[in-house]
Nanobody, 125 residues
Framework: QVQLVESGGGLVQAGGSLRLSCTAS????????MGWFRQAPGKEREFVAV????????YYADSVRGRFTVSRDNAKNTVYLQVNSLKPEDTAVYYC??????????????????WGQGTQVTVSS
């Protein structure tokens, strides 16, 4: 069992930045690929970014590539999402998730085994 807790969300003006964190319980954090998703009101949860178990491989949704950066620190059981150049359309609840399957490039919600409770990011224009 893995428990995930996100933090770092908040209210920010367009063009601003935030650093989201997701800390996992347990000793097997490095066994999971870690993903970030977001869900805006009335919309489906969408993929944002994923990082491999070692942190060497990363992939981003087209909508955030070049503005967001995913990273992880396995010694701290934490994955990060640095979000820069924020736009009002980035407003959503951001979730981290852990995937234990073979491979690392997981972009669908059903591929993830554990989810955090989410952290709200609101971008004002």
């Amino acid at each position: 069992q893995v428990q995930l807790v996100e933090s770092g969300g908040g209210l920010v003006q367009a063009g601003g930045s935030l650093r989201l964190s997701c800390t996992a319980s347990g000793r097997t954090f490095s066994s999971y690929s870690m993903g970030w998703f977001r869900q805006a009101p009335g919309k489906e949860r969408e993929f944002v970014a994923v990082v491999s178990r070692t942190g060497d491989s990363k992939y981003y949704a087209d909508s955030v590539r070049g503005r967001f950066t995913v990273s992880r620190d396995n010694a701290k059981n934490t994955v990060y999402l640095q979000v820069n150049s924020l736009k009002p359309e980035d407003t959503a609840v951001y979730y981290c998730a852990a995937a234990g399957g073979a491979g690392w490039l997981f972009r669908s919600t059903h591929e993830y085994d554990y989810w955090g409770q989410g952290t709200q990011v609101t971008v004002s224009s």
